[in-house]
């Protein structure tokens, strides 16, 4: 999607009464937009599309056989045309809600009625909590919170929301956005966080509608002058089956979504948004999507202009809308969609079928249903945004995301009663704006490191640069250094923002910027008591400068946390929560950096040329820090209960593998269809705090067909009390868990010795037919 404007950097501190005393003073509330309003016409009671006892593909149908060909048109685009005649009115389908509510997009703005919305964890930062049940629970909250905007008329009902694209160059400015690198993990937020905002009780109507993009093997924003809008994505067929569709394949087949955005880029020389294959064949026809597809903000205009991809704007119009494309962000379908329908090159079915699938979904969202404040839902106002249980769930998922990196001779958490000055310092200490990342909203309120911490100790504040560049000018080493030599601890919050890191801009390198080098090695030397550096950011950074320096025992990364940000890494740094976060993306040396070009789309390593790989699935390289590491304050011990050390996949006795070696079986043709096993697991705290531990389980496969090194199977979060154990249970279907794509992208379920991975656990399983 397109950048903010720069008008909404401009962020004014609200707390969440202020929402209540905005309604008791009688803030009038904007009447929310809707179609079939019978009460103040009673004749459009006859449409048949405003009858809700009728189903929705004939209410669709009715409505679609009244329109006239440009009102038709005017329904391609993300503002929708008014039809009066009909009391439909014009509909803005842009609003995002990427973690929280935001302004970004035209459907959706705050005003003194509801001045904010709770603002969540940056996507990565949630990601790292490996709970499913966050996921899924932020999404409920988003969603009603947008419903309660909705009904006084400052939101939309369609969020363009998740971003789940895999993180697979460190470098790239919306890495942020997403879960991380792995396809599992980022299929299980899509689908949770989807079902969050989503499920309504009547299960053929949607409380508000998300979309999935960006639709696909899109990641390259801006990288040395190689823009999103013109850059050809080259992916072999191996790694678009087993790293970039996976999320969207999830998104729409387990969650449902009810909309999936193509992106700018061309997949193999193709734009995605006209390529039939991905999307009415993928999307639509294989996956079967109930909903509609859309653009990222003008991508037809984009193939046409900028890639040349056609020799007219009407074959750009035709040859979109043709491959499956429903929607338009923008103005391009509604200005040469009519001219290529007069040219011969587009049929009006065409326009049709793609209206059908839009006003299917405002069908699903009530929209044709009257007033929504009769409706479910309808209760819901400004006294719903950013209640005290949102906020807290805001500040819980911060605390489940913060990753402890490193913690010598235990030294976190600090003692409150110890410590009677507490030196803060750097460029994120006192961050506010920083710590919601992108596609924000204004939040309920700020807590900053500083205040979360001076809310427990007394603090001495040293930002140590004026900003998180730290360039020479800006950088001021003698007050940081002189608080640090003076205070009985130091924490350091250092990283990024978004002008390091965002949409359009992407990485250069993997060092922390500027001179903050220079600013945490000169504090940690000065430094009286033990040193906490604390990284904010949303992509990964080289920082084994650090992690071996003997002056700097505790690191912890916190993303971009969220609107209580500076309270959860004060929970976490005195010992109120154990932390249980764990990486979601591997952290790479600078040297990855230099070596390798970020328009490299190959995930799987080259040794002949030099090439590494990307990410812990098939990256061959030094690591700085890996996927899934974190500590606890706690020790886990695990214990293998029970799991299978033979598997047998049945097949018909004709069949040509039982009379030649395999390497592998077409998963079409294994048997192996509802084949599956468990894997138990006895999980203990050895130690004396109570905390939340994620066991993941991973697969080492067979040394076929290029396979990963290991991938993840599965995760489970636990909470245990000291010395408390729990009985964890993997259900490893072989089908799904066990395959791989090959090398023309057909699943095969690969035969031979597969090691499964908890912990430092391992476990030998052979797949033999």
Known sequence: MGEPSKSHLLITLFCAVCFLRSASNGVAAQTPLFACDVTSDPTRATFQFCNTSLGTAERVKDLVSRLTLPEKIGNLVNKATAVARLGIPSYEWWSEALHGVSYVGPGTHFSS???????????????????????????????????????????????????????RDPRWGRGQETPGEDPLLTSKYATGYVKGLQEADDPDKLKVAACCKHYTAYDVDNWKGIQRYTFNAKVTKQDMDDTFQPPFKSCVIDGNVASVMCSYNQVNGVPTCADPDLLAGTIRGEWNLNGYIVTDCDSVNELYYHQHYTKTPEDAAAITIKAGLDLNCGSFLGSHTLAAIQGGKLAEEDVDRAITNNFAVLMRLGFFDGDPRKLPYGSLGPGDVC???NQELAREAARQGIVLLKNDHGHLPLDAKAIKSLAVIGPNANATFTMIGNYEGTPCKYTSPLQGLGAI??????????NVGCSGNSLQLDAAVAAASAADATVLVVGADQSIERESFDRLDLLLPGQQTALITAVAKAAKGPVVLVIMSGGPFDITFAKSN?????????GYPGEA???????????????????????????FADAVDMTDMRMRPDPSVGYPGRTYRFYTGETVYNFGDGLSYTDYTHHLVTAPKLVSIPLDDNHACRYQRCISLPVSESGCSGLSFDVRLRVRNAGGTSGSHTVFLFSTPPRVHNAPMKHLLGFEKVYLQPRGAAEVVFTVNVCR??????????????LGAHVLHVGSLKHSLSLKI
């Not at 003997?550 to 916190?558: G, H, K, T």
Request: aromatic share 12%.
């Open 737 to 750: 868990d066990l395959s791989l794509a090959d090398e023309v992208g057909e699943r095969k379920v690969a």
């Open 565 to 591: 940000g500076g309270a959860a890494i004060a929970d976490v740094l005195f010992g109120y929560f154990n932390p249980c976060g764990r990486l979601p993306v591997t952290w790479y040396p600078e040297s």
């Open 113 to 167: 009625l509801v001045p904010g919305a709770t603002s969540f964890p940056q996507v990565i930062t949630t990601a790292a909590s490996f709970n499913t049940s966050l996921f899924q629970a932020i999404g409920k909250v988003v969603s009603t919170e947008a419903r309660a905007m909705h009904n006084v008329g400052l939101a939309g009902l369609t969020f363009w929301s998740p971003n789940v694209n895999i993180f």
């Open 387 to 389: 209640t005290a249980a």
């Open 550 to 558: 003997d002056n700097i025992p505790a690191i912890l990364w916190v």
């Open 457 to 466: 100790v007394k603090t001495v504040y040293a930002p140590g640069c004026t």
